[in-house]
Nanobody
Framework: QPQLVESGGGLVRPGESLRLSCAVS???????IGWFRQAPGKEREGLAI???????KYSNAAKGRFTISRDNTGNTAYLQMNSLKPEDTAVYYC???????????????????WGQGTQVTVSS
């Protein structure tokens, strides 16, 4: 049974950085990981995807400030967030979908496995 567990959220001031982690287990082999967030009253939005081969894709909301990565084992994925703004306040989720494709789209994660989320609050 696939399982994803996020950690690393917290309260930070505007301009600071935060790194989220996503512990991944239970996938049979190849898995693409995505990071998403949902702010109160807003729809969930995709931020970044990393494929099993290491290709990355970013949404406009994440481009330039956020970086997705994964360790060599593929068991942990990260989201490095820099220059955080109050509008980045949200619950952040990681999700996994079993695929070896180098092209992964946001909608594929709708049928994937999700973590429970970690709260990120950016406030002075």
């Amino acid at each position: 049974q696939p399982q994803l567990v996020e950690s690393g959220g917290g309260l930070v001031r505007p301009g600071e950085s935060l790194r989220l982690s996503c512990a991944v287990s239970g996938f049979t082999r190849y898995v693409a990981i995505g990071w998403f967030r949902q702010a109160p009253g807003k729809e969930r939005e995709g931020l970044a995807i990393i494929t099993s081969g290491g290709s990355t894709k970013y949404s406009n909301a994440a481009k330039g400030r956020f970086t997705i990565s994964r360790d060599n084992t593929g068991n942990t994925a990260y989201l490095q967030m820099n220059s955080l703004k109050p509008e980045d306040t949200a619950v952040y989720y990681c999700a996994g979908v079993a695929t070896h494709s180098s092209v992964v789209v946001w909608a594929q994660f709708n049928s994937g496995s999700w973590g429970q989320g970690t709260q990120v609050t950016v406030s002075s």
